[in-house]
Protein backbone atom coordinates (compact mmCIF):
# COMPACT_ATOMS: atom_id res chain seq x y z
CA UNK A 1 0.00 0.00 0.00
CA UNK A 2 1.40 3.61 -0.95
CA UNK A 3 0.51 6.04 1.92
CA UNK A 4 0.27 9.65 0.84
CA UNK A 5 1.98 12.16 3.97
CA UNK A 6 -1.23 12.81 6.58
CA UNK A 7 -3.23 16.34 6.40
CA UNK A 8 -3.34 18.02 9.13
CA UNK A 9 -6.15 19.25 9.10
CA UNK A 10 -5.41 22.37 12.07
CA UNK A 11 -2.62 23.54 13.51
CA UNK A 12 -1.48 21.93 17.11
CA UNK A 13 -1.97 25.14 18.70
CA UNK A 14 -5.68 25.39 18.21
CA UNK A 15 -7.37 24.00 21.30
CA UNK A 16 -9.94 22.57 19.78
CA UNK A 17 -8.66 20.48 17.06
CA UNK A 18 -5.44 19.72 18.99
CA UNK A 19 -3.71 16.06 17.64
CA UNK A 20 -6.43 14.83 15.63
CA UNK A 21 -5.51 14.21 12.03
CA UNK A 22 -7.15 13.39 8.83
CA UNK A 23 -4.75 11.46 5.90
CA UNK A 24 -5.51 9.95 2.72
CA UNK A 25 -3.98 6.66 1.79
CA UNK A 26 -4.39 4.79 -1.86
CA UNK A 27 -4.12 0.98 -2.35
CA UNK A 28 -3.89 -0.86 -4.82
CA UNK A 29 -5.92 -4.42 -5.16
CA UNK A 30 -5.79 -6.21 -7.89
CA UNK A 31 -4.44 -3.64 -10.41
CA UNK A 32 -7.16 -0.89 -9.06
CA UNK A 33 -6.39 1.93 -6.72
CA UNK A 34 -8.50 2.27 -4.04
CA UNK A 35 -8.27 5.46 -1.78
CA UNK A 36 -9.22 5.86 1.83
CA UNK A 37 -9.22 7.95 4.92
CA UNK A 38 -7.27 7.38 7.99
CA UNK A 39 -8.56 9.74 11.23
CA UNK A 40 -6.36 9.54 13.77
CA UNK A 41 -6.62 10.73 17.77
CA UNK A 42 -5.52 10.47 21.61
CA UNK A 43 -7.49 8.93 23.81
CA UNK A 44 -6.33 7.11 26.94
CA UNK A 45 -2.51 8.21 26.44
CA UNK A 46 -2.96 6.08 23.40
CA UNK A 47 -3.41 7.04 20.14
CA UNK A 48 -5.97 5.50 17.73
CA UNK A 49 -7.03 5.18 14.28
CA UNK A 50 -10.09 4.45 12.02
CA UNK A 51 -10.35 4.48 8.40
CA UNK A 52 -13.22 5.72 6.03
CA UNK A 53 -14.12 5.30 2.71
CA UNK A 54 -14.79 8.74 1.78
CA UNK A 55 -13.31 12.09 3.02
CA UNK A 56 -17.29 13.41 4.38
CA UNK A 57 -17.26 10.21 7.18
CA UNK A 58 -13.64 11.03 7.53
CA UNK A 59 -14.00 14.93 8.31
CA UNK A 60 -17.06 14.05 10.41
CA UNK A 61 -16.09 11.78 12.44
CA UNK A 62 -12.74 13.66 13.45
CA UNK A 63 -15.00 16.84 14.37
CA UNK A 64 -17.08 14.53 16.92
CA UNK A 65 -13.34 13.44 18.09
CA UNK A 66 -12.11 17.05 18.27
CA UNK A 67 -15.08 18.08 20.58
CA UNK A 68 -14.40 14.92 22.80
CA UNK A 69 -11.08 15.70 23.07
CA UNK A 70 -11.81 19.20 23.86
CA UNK A 71 -14.49 18.12 26.39
CA UNK A 72 -12.12 15.84 28.21
CA UNK A 73 -9.60 18.90 28.31
CA UNK A 74 -12.24 20.94 29.85
CA UNK A 75 -13.35 18.40 32.04
CA UNK A 76 -10.16 18.19 33.94
CA UNK A 77 -10.02 21.91 34.53
CA UNK A 78 -13.52 22.67 35.64
CA UNK A 79 -13.43 19.31 38.01
CA UNK A 80 -10.18 20.50 39.36
CA UNK A 81 -10.55 23.91 39.81
CA UNK A 82 -14.05 24.43 40.65
CA UNK A 83 -16.25 21.45 41.68
CA UNK A 84 -12.24 19.69 43.31
CA UNK A 85 -10.43 16.68 42.97
CA UNK A 86 -12.66 14.44 45.00
CA UNK A 87 -15.61 14.84 43.07
CA UNK A 88 -13.52 14.95 39.77
CA UNK A 89 -15.43 11.95 38.09
CA UNK A 90 -19.18 12.47 39.26
CA UNK A 91 -20.36 15.54 36.94
CA UNK A 92 -22.16 14.06 34.36
CA UNK A 93 -21.69 14.37 30.62
CA UNK A 94 -24.29 16.64 29.62
CA UNK A 95 -23.06 19.05 32.27
CA UNK A 96 -19.74 18.83 31.00
CA UNK A 97 -21.19 19.92 27.61
CA UNK A 98 -23.51 22.87 29.01
CA UNK A 99 -20.51 23.74 31.11
CA UNK A 100 -18.27 24.26 28.16
CA UNK A 101 -20.83 25.76 26.23
CA UNK A 102 -21.60 28.31 29.04
CA UNK A 103 -18.07 29.16 29.16
CA UNK A 104 -17.83 29.82 25.24
CA UNK A 105 -20.53 32.07 25.87
CA UNK A 106 -19.31 34.27 28.57
CA UNK A 107 -15.91 33.91 26.74
CA UNK A 108 -13.98 35.44 30.12
CA UNK A 109 -16.43 38.10 31.05
CA UNK A 110 -16.91 36.06 34.51
CA UNK A 111 -16.63 32.85 35.66
CA UNK A 112 -19.26 30.16 35.47
CA UNK A 113 -20.29 30.57 39.25
CA UNK A 114 -20.82 34.71 38.88
CA UNK A 115 -23.11 34.04 35.48
CA UNK A 116 -25.27 31.52 37.49
CA UNK A 117 -25.40 34.08 40.62
CA UNK A 118 -26.76 36.34 38.06
CA UNK A 119 -29.11 34.36 36.61
CA UNK A 120 -30.48 33.40 39.79
CA UNK A 121 -31.23 36.92 40.60
CA UNK A 122 -32.43 37.54 37.38
CA UNK A 123 -35.11 34.49 37.81
CA UNK A 124 -35.96 35.72 41.92
CA UNK A 125 -36.31 39.57 39.92
CA UNK A 126 -39.03 38.55 37.79
CA UNK A 127 -41.21 36.40 40.36
CA UNK A 128 -41.10 39.48 42.60
CA UNK A 129 -44.30 41.11 43.01
CA UNK A 130 -43.23 44.19 41.01
CA UNK A 131 -45.46 46.26 39.32
CA UNK A 132 -44.89 46.78 35.73
CA UNK A 133 -43.59 49.95 33.86
CA UNK A 134 -47.32 50.99 32.70
CA UNK A 135 -48.53 50.31 36.16
CA UNK A 136 -45.71 52.53 38.14
CA UNK A 137 -46.34 55.22 35.63
CA UNK A 138 -49.69 55.54 36.31
CA UNK A 139 -49.01 55.52 40.18
CA UNK A 140 -46.54 57.62 40.04
CA UNK A 141 -48.15 60.60 38.03
CA UNK A 142 -50.72 60.00 40.75
CA UNK A 143 -48.57 60.86 43.58
CA UNK A 144 -46.94 63.68 41.40
CA UNK A 145 -50.62 65.39 40.78
CA UNK A 146 -51.39 64.64 44.95
CA UNK A 147 -48.08 66.58 45.63
CA UNK A 148 -49.30 69.76 43.77
CA UNK A 149 -47.61 69.74 40.32
CA UNK A 150 -48.69 72.20 38.19
CA UNK A 151 -51.26 70.83 35.55
CA UNK A 152 -48.62 72.48 32.28
CA UNK A 153 -46.07 70.12 34.29
CA UNK A 154 -48.47 67.10 34.69
CA UNK A 155 -49.29 67.16 31.44
CA UNK A 156 -45.53 67.18 30.06
CA UNK A 157 -44.43 64.85 32.27
CA UNK A 158 -47.24 62.26 30.87
CA UNK A 159 -46.62 63.55 27.52
CA UNK A 160 -43.01 61.88 27.75
CA UNK A 161 -43.48 58.98 29.78
CA UNK A 162 -46.10 57.63 27.56
CA UNK A 163 -43.18 57.46 25.37
CA UNK A 164 -41.48 55.26 27.79
CA UNK A 165 -44.44 53.19 28.10
CA UNK A 166 -44.94 52.61 24.25
CA UNK A 167 -41.50 50.76 24.45
CA UNK A 168 -41.53 49.00 28.04
CA UNK A 169 -45.46 49.52 29.47
CA UNK A 170 -45.70 45.48 29.82
CA UNK A 171 -42.86 44.83 31.47
CA UNK A 172 -41.78 44.83 35.27
CA UNK A 173 -39.77 47.89 36.67
CA UNK A 174 -37.02 45.89 37.60
CA UNK A 175 -36.16 44.19 34.34
CA UNK A 176 -35.64 47.51 32.99
CA UNK A 177 -31.21 47.86 32.64
CA UNK A 178 -29.26 50.57 32.17
CA UNK A 179 -28.33 49.58 28.90
CA UNK A 180 -32.26 49.75 28.00
CA UNK A 181 -32.89 52.86 29.08
CA UNK A 182 -29.73 54.23 26.87
CA UNK A 183 -30.69 52.59 23.79
CA UNK A 184 -34.17 53.91 24.48
CA UNK A 185 -32.93 57.70 24.91
CA UNK A 186 -30.72 57.11 21.84
CA UNK A 187 -33.52 56.15 19.76
CA UNK A 188 -35.79 58.96 20.09
CA UNK A 189 -36.82 61.12 17.89
CA UNK A 190 -38.80 64.18 17.09
CA UNK A 191 -41.68 64.44 14.54
CA UNK A 192 -40.08 64.64 11.57
CA UNK A 193 -37.83 61.51 12.23
CA UNK A 194 -34.66 63.54 13.27
CA UNK A 195 -32.64 62.96 16.57
CA UNK A 196 -34.08 64.82 19.25
CA UNK A 197 -32.40 68.53 20.59
CA UNK A 198 -29.97 68.14 23.48
CA UNK A 199 -32.26 69.94 25.95
CA UNK A 200 -35.21 67.86 24.71
CA UNK A 201 -33.31 64.95 25.33
CA UNK A 202 -32.23 65.88 29.13
CA UNK A 203 -36.20 66.60 29.45
CA UNK A 204 -36.77 63.43 28.74
CA UNK A 205 -33.65 61.70 30.83
CA UNK A 206 -35.09 63.72 33.65
CA UNK A 207 -38.90 62.13 33.72
CA UNK A 208 -37.86 59.33 33.65
CA UNK A 209 -35.19 59.38 36.24
CA UNK A 210 -37.79 60.75 38.78
CA UNK A 211 -40.16 57.30 37.90
CA UNK A 212 -37.42 55.10 38.54
CA UNK A 213 -36.46 57.36 41.75
CA UNK A 214 -40.51 56.86 42.86
CA UNK A 215 -39.69 53.33 42.22
CA UNK A 216 -36.41 53.25 44.53
CA UNK A 217 -38.56 54.98 47.54
CA UNK A 218 -41.31 51.78 47.58
CA UNK A 219 -38.23 49.27 47.31
CA UNK A 220 -39.06 48.24 43.59
CA UNK A 221 -35.36 48.31 42.67
CA UNK A 222 -32.48 48.75 44.48
CA UNK A 223 -30.69 51.05 42.03
CA UNK A 224 -31.88 53.69 39.20
CA UNK A 225 -31.01 52.25 35.83
CA UNK A 226 -30.72 55.93 34.21
CA UNK A 227 -28.00 57.10 36.75
CA UNK A 228 -25.82 55.55 34.53
CA UNK A 229 -26.75 56.84 31.54
CA UNK A 230 -24.43 59.73 30.80
CA UNK A 231 -26.34 62.86 30.39
CA UNK A 232 -23.11 65.54 29.30
CA UNK A 233 -23.36 66.81 25.82
CA UNK A 234 -19.75 66.00 25.46
CA UNK A 235 -20.65 62.41 26.25
CA UNK A 236 -23.58 61.72 22.93
CA UNK A 237 -20.74 63.63 21.04
CA UNK A 238 -22.78 66.76 20.31
CA UNK A 239 -20.07 69.55 18.74
CA UNK A 240 -22.68 72.07 19.17
CA UNK A 241 -21.22 75.61 20.97
CA UNK A 242 -22.27 76.01 24.64
CA UNK A 243 -23.19 79.38 23.08
CA UNK A 244 -26.45 77.91 21.56
CA UNK A 245 -29.21 80.45 22.56
CA UNK A 246 -30.90 82.75 19.56
CA UNK A 247 -31.71 86.55 20.97
CA UNK A 248 -33.64 89.58 19.57
CA UNK A 249 -31.39 92.73 18.80
CA UNK A 250 -31.94 95.68 20.30
CA UNK A 251 -33.69 96.95 17.20
CA UNK A 252 -35.91 93.98 16.70
CA UNK A 253 -36.82 94.78 20.89
CA UNK A 254 -37.98 98.21 20.52
CA UNK A 255 -39.75 97.43 17.15
CA UNK A 256 -41.71 94.30 19.19
CA UNK A 257 -42.46 97.15 22.23
CA UNK A 258 -43.60 99.89 19.69
CA UNK A 259 -45.87 97.35 17.72
CA UNK A 260 -47.29 96.52 21.25
CA UNK A 261 -47.89 100.10 22.24
CA UNK A 262 -49.69 100.68 19.38
CA UNK A 263 -51.33 98.12 17.81
CA UNK A 264 -51.94 95.42 21.18
CA UNK A 265 -51.12 97.40 24.44
CA UNK A 266 -52.03 94.37 26.97
CA UNK A 267 -49.41 92.92 25.60
CA UNK A 268 -46.38 95.52 26.82
CA UNK A 269 -46.31 94.47 29.77
CA UNK A 270 -45.79 90.85 29.22
CA UNK A 271 -43.46 91.54 26.74
CA UNK A 272 -41.16 93.67 28.79
CA UNK A 273 -41.13 91.09 31.85
CA UNK A 274 -39.51 88.87 29.20
CA UNK A 275 -37.43 91.37 27.52
CA UNK A 276 -35.91 92.91 30.78
CA UNK A 277 -36.62 91.43 33.77
CA UNK A 278 -36.05 87.12 32.54
CA UNK A 279 -39.36 86.05 33.59
CA UNK A 280 -40.35 83.14 31.80
CA UNK A 281 -43.58 82.89 29.73
CA UNK A 282 -45.16 80.09 31.92
CA UNK A 283 -44.42 82.57 35.15
CA UNK A 284 -45.90 85.38 33.26
CA UNK A 285 -49.02 83.88 32.65
CA UNK A 286 -49.96 83.43 36.17
CA UNK A 287 -48.63 86.51 37.48
CA UNK A 288 -51.22 89.30 38.62
CA UNK A 289 -50.49 93.29 39.21
CA UNK A 290 -51.28 93.53 43.00
CA UNK A 291 -48.86 90.52 44.15
CA UNK A 292 -46.05 89.88 41.83
CA UNK A 293 -45.91 93.73 40.44
CA UNK A 294 -44.50 96.59 42.58
CA UNK A 295 -44.09 100.01 40.44
CA UNK A 296 -43.80 101.56 43.78
CA UNK A 297 -40.48 99.76 44.86
CA UNK A 298 -39.47 98.52 41.35
CA UNK A 299 -39.77 95.22 41.91
CA UNK A 300 -41.18 92.14 40.54
CA UNK A 301 -41.66 89.60 43.09
CA UNK A 302 -41.84 85.23 41.64
CA UNK A 303 -43.44 84.10 44.08
CA UNK A 304 -43.76 79.93 44.73
CA UNK A 305 -47.02 79.35 43.31
CA UNK A 306 -45.81 81.20 39.93
CA UNK A 307 -41.94 79.83 39.90
CA UNK A 308 -40.66 76.93 38.36
CA UNK A 309 -39.42 74.06 40.21
CA UNK A 310 -40.79 76.86 43.41
CA UNK A 311 -37.59 78.91 43.07
CA UNK A 312 -39.02 82.36 44.31
CA UNK A 313 -36.99 85.62 43.51
CA UNK A 314 -37.00 88.97 43.33
CA UNK A 315 -36.38 91.09 40.03
CA UNK A 316 -35.14 94.72 40.39
CA UNK A 317 -36.77 96.61 37.86
CA UNK A 318 -34.68 98.43 35.77
CA UNK A 319 -35.34 102.01 34.62
CA UNK A 320 -36.88 100.99 31.19
CA UNK A 321 -39.23 97.90 32.50
CA UNK A 322 -40.49 100.63 34.72
CA UNK A 323 -41.17 102.57 31.98
CA UNK A 324 -42.77 100.20 29.77
CA UNK A 325 -45.03 98.71 32.78
CA UNK A 326 -46.15 101.78 33.61
CA UNK A 327 -47.56 102.64 29.85
CA UNK A 328 -49.15 99.06 30.53
CA UNK A 329 -53.19 100.09 30.32
CA UNK A 330 -54.02 98.09 33.43
CA UNK A 331 -52.29 97.49 36.12
CA UNK A 332 -55.04 95.04 37.75
CA UNK A 333 -55.50 91.48 37.61
CA UNK A 334 -53.66 89.33 35.14
CA UNK A 335 -50.84 90.87 33.76
CA UNK A 336 -50.72 88.91 30.76
CA UNK A 337 -54.19 88.12 28.54
CA UNK A 338 -55.46 84.82 29.59
CA UNK A 339 -55.88 81.43 27.74
CA UNK A 340 -55.81 81.74 23.66
CA UNK A 341 -56.33 85.57 24.09
CA UNK A 342 -52.49 86.51 23.47
CA UNK A 343 -51.95 84.28 19.89
CA UNK A 344 -53.19 86.63 17.55
CA UNK A 345 -52.13 89.73 19.51
CA UNK A 346 -48.50 88.32 19.30
CA UNK A 347 -48.62 87.40 15.55
CA UNK A 348 -49.94 90.61 14.86
CA UNK A 349 -47.44 92.39 16.80
CA UNK A 350 -44.23 90.40 15.35
CA UNK A 351 -45.64 90.99 11.81
CA UNK A 352 -46.06 95.08 12.88
CA UNK A 353 -42.52 95.08 13.84
CA UNK A 354 -41.46 93.20 10.60
CA UNK A 355 -39.96 90.31 12.69
CA UNK A 356 -39.27 87.36 10.25
CA UNK A 357 -38.01 85.44 13.04
CA UNK A 358 -39.03 84.28 16.31
CA UNK A 359 -36.22 82.04 18.03
CA UNK A 360 -37.02 80.09 20.79
CA UNK A 361 -37.27 81.62 24.33
CA UNK A 362 -35.74 84.51 22.34
CA UNK A 363 -37.05 87.17 25.17
CA UNK A 364 -35.71 85.45 28.05
CA UNK A 365 -32.26 84.68 26.41
CA UNK A 366 -32.23 88.53 25.34
CA UNK A 367 -32.37 89.59 29.05
CA UNK A 368 -29.96 87.07 30.02
CA UNK A 369 -27.62 88.31 27.02
CA UNK A 370 -27.60 91.64 27.78
CA UNK A 371 -27.84 91.74 31.46
CA UNK A 372 -24.56 89.72 31.78
CA UNK A 373 -22.43 92.03 29.25
CA UNK A 374 -24.15 95.49 31.17
CA UNK A 375 -23.32 93.89 34.45
CA UNK A 376 -20.53 91.60 34.05
CA UNK A 377 -22.00 89.22 37.32
CA UNK A 378 -22.94 85.73 36.42
CA UNK A 379 -24.07 85.35 39.69
CA UNK A 380 -26.29 88.27 39.71
CA UNK A 381 -28.01 86.98 36.21
CA UNK A 382 -28.37 83.63 37.34
CA UNK A 383 -30.23 85.06 40.32
CA UNK A 384 -32.35 87.15 38.42
CA UNK A 385 -32.90 84.26 35.91
CA UNK A 386 -33.91 82.35 38.97
CA UNK A 387 -31.13 79.39 38.71
CA UNK A 388 -30.08 77.49 41.53
CA UNK A 389 -27.53 75.20 40.24
CA UNK A 390 -24.61 77.95 39.41
CA UNK A 391 -22.80 79.55 36.58
CA UNK A 392 -22.98 76.64 34.10
CA UNK A 393 -26.83 76.88 32.86
CA UNK A 394 -26.43 80.42 31.82
CA UNK A 395 -23.13 80.08 29.56
CA UNK A 396 -25.06 76.94 28.45
CA UNK A 397 -28.31 77.98 27.42
CA UNK A 398 -29.26 81.23 28.09
CA UNK A 399 -26.18 83.66 26.77
CA UNK A 400 -24.90 84.10 23.55
CA UNK A 401 -22.31 86.89 22.11
CA UNK A 402 -23.05 90.43 21.97
CA UNK A 403 -21.14 93.89 22.13
CA UNK A 404 -20.94 96.50 25.35
CA UNK A 405 -22.69 99.26 22.98
CA UNK A 406 -25.25 96.95 22.08
CA UNK A 407 -26.22 96.05 25.55
CA UNK A 408 -26.01 100.05 26.68
CA UNK A 409 -28.42 100.34 23.55
CA UNK A 410 -30.56 97.22 24.77
CA UNK A 411 -31.51 99.09 28.02
CA UNK A 412 -31.81 102.12 26.97
CA UNK A 413 -34.86 101.30 25.18
CA UNK A 414 -38.38 103.03 26.62
CA UNK A 415 -41.59 104.43 25.52
CA UNK A 416 -42.14 107.74 24.62
CA UNK A 417 -42.86 110.03 26.99
CA UNK A 418 -46.71 110.94 25.74
CA UNK A 419 -47.18 107.02 26.13
CA UNK A 420 -47.21 107.19 29.75
CA UNK A 421 -50.37 106.17 31.39
CA UNK A 422 -52.17 108.49 33.46
CA UNK A 423 -50.72 109.12 37.05
CA UNK A 424 -47.59 107.73 36.08
CA UNK A 425 -44.32 109.28 34.48
CA UNK A 426 -41.78 107.52 32.18
CA UNK A 427 -38.60 107.33 33.31
CA UNK A 428 -36.02 107.23 30.57
CA UNK A 429 -32.67 104.77 30.86
CA UNK A 430 -29.38 107.54 30.67
Known amino acids: MKKHPAVTVAANTDPAKRGVTVAAAVSTVRGVERQRFIVSWPEGGKRHRKWFTTRD ?3 RFAEQARLDHTLEEQRQTILQRRVGEADAGKLPAENLRDAVAALALLAGRGTLAEAAAALV ?14 ALVASYQTASETAGLRPRSLGDLRT ?16 VSSADARAWL ?3 RARD ?3 LAPLSLQHFRFAVSGLFGYAMEHGHIEANPIAAVSHSRRARGSNRMESTAEILTPGEAKALLSAALEHAPAMVAPLALGLFAGVR ?6 MVWERHVNLGKGLVSITGDIAKKRSIRNIPMSDNLRAWLAVAPSH ?28 HNCLRHSFATYHLEAHRDARETSLAL ?22 AEYWKIAPPARAAAPGWSVVHAG
Open 57 to 59: QAD
Open 121 to 134: RDIEARGRDVPTVA
Open 160 to 175: RLARFVEAFGPRKVNM
Open 186 to 188: EGL
Open 193 to 195: GKP
Open 281 to 286: AAEIGR
Open 332 to 359: NGPVAPQGTNSRRPMELIRGKAGLTRWP
Open 386 to 407: GHRGGDDLLFEHYRTLTTPEAA
